[in-house]
């Protein structure tokens, strides 16, 4: 029998025909854009661990989310960096605080857009750990009713998916509970329910003013030697009440994106972290890689790993990366 050396080349002999042999699509549509809101007016601050993203005042909001809807971009993800802070968490619940008021203006301008609020306390606690602290230690219980607070406070300002990022055990749950008790039971709740403790956080920080004033958050996010952990960490969640889950970061957790996806039913959201953005436009600036053609591939490979919806800062440029899609 002789053996066509050509057989699997064959499929790739042409572009439309790699295009219609291609397993694995991706579209703006599929993609999440974190932005970053400040105190102030007119405020536009750049970042400079992740070239080409801004903090932003409430007011440049309107106009970066029409920006954000141009690109095809299904939905955008608010991070509030509040100049106020206290030790109770309190202030993270205010009706007129930023995110609330973000929350209202994005939905003014482009009411299909839609807006995922992060919950969690480390913006707004002057230590910056994600929990609210008793004798030093994260005191998961007390952090619950905080958290739920919060929640409600972007439910009641609009906000079109709560997403829980703080990993304190139970808080799907608490959260679901309080939502529901007070109209939103149909809002839906996204959990970052494996979220590892990852030195990608690292330029985020930066641009959240979170970074924990002492210790690390190792005692609530997870170990990154741990898989079967993720898996029990998404089942409670799920058990809880979470209609989708997130994976957290990305790249380095290919492996658990895949897992999450084949045991569970419900949509799965991979967050490619700050710091993927930060070293792929870093190596770019420098000249050593093409940025566009290596943030396709990173994001390809995430959503051929298993994940529906991926948050990622290349968002904004979403339209001269997959035109057309
Ligand atoms: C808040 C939160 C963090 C990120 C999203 N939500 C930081 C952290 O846990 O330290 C990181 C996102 C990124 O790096 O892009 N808890």
Redesign the pocket.
Same mark, same amino acid.
């Given at each position: 029998m002789s053996f066509p050396t050509t057989r699997l080349r064959r499929l790739r002999s042409s572009a439309s025909l790699r295009n219609a042999v291609r397993e694995t699509d991706i579209a703006p549509r599929h993609l999440v854009y974190?932005l970053f809101v400040v105190p102030g007016q007119n405020e536009r601050q750049p970042i400079a661990a992740m070239p080409g993203c801004e903090r932003l005042s409430v007011d440049l909001l309107p106009e970066a989310a029409r920006h954000i809807a141009k690109q095809g971009v299904s939905g955008a993800m608010l991070?509030g960096v509040p100049s106020r802070k206290d030790t109770t968490g309190a202030v993270a619940a205010d009706p007129n605080g930023l995110v609330p008021r973000a929350i209202d203006a994005i939905k003014q301008a482009v009411p299909e857009l839609l807006v995922w609020t992060?919950v969690?306390l480390?913006?707004y606690l002057e230590h910056g750990h994600?929990g609210v602290l008793r004798d030093q230690r994260i005191d998961n219980d007390a952090t619950l009713p905080r958290l739920a607070d919060m929640s409600l406070t972007f439910a009641r300002a609009g906000a079109d998916i709560i997403a829980p990022?703080?990993m304190m055990d139970g808080r799907i749950a608490a959260i679901r509970a309080r939502l529901d008790a007070e109209g939103f039971a149909d809002l839906p709740l996204v959990s970052?329910a494996a979220?590892y403790a990852s030195a990608? %956080?690292g330029?985020?920080?930066e641009a959240?003013g979170?970074a924990p004033a002492f210790g690390d958050?190792r005692t609530y996010?997870m170990d990154p030697a741990n898989a079967r952990e993720a898996l029990r960490e998404v089942a409670e969640d799920i058990a809880e009440g979470a209609d989708m889950v997130l994976i957290?970061?990305a790249l380095s957790y290919l492996d658990i994106i895949r897992r999450v996806a084949d045991r569970c039913d419900v949509p799965v959201v991979a %967050?490619n972290?700050?710091?993927e953005y930060s070293m792929l436009m870093a190596a770019a600036q420098n000249g050593w890689l093409d940025a566009d053609n290596a943030a396709r591939e990173m994001l390809t490979s995430i959503r051929r790993a298993g994940a529906d919806i991926v948050i990622s800062?290349f968002a904004k440029d979403a339209q001269r990366l997959f035109p057309g899609e």
């Open positions: 974190p991070f992060d969690c480390c913006a994600c990022s703080d970052y979220k990608f %956080y330029p985020f920080r959240a979170s958050r996010q957290k970061p %967050y972290v700050s710091g800062y």
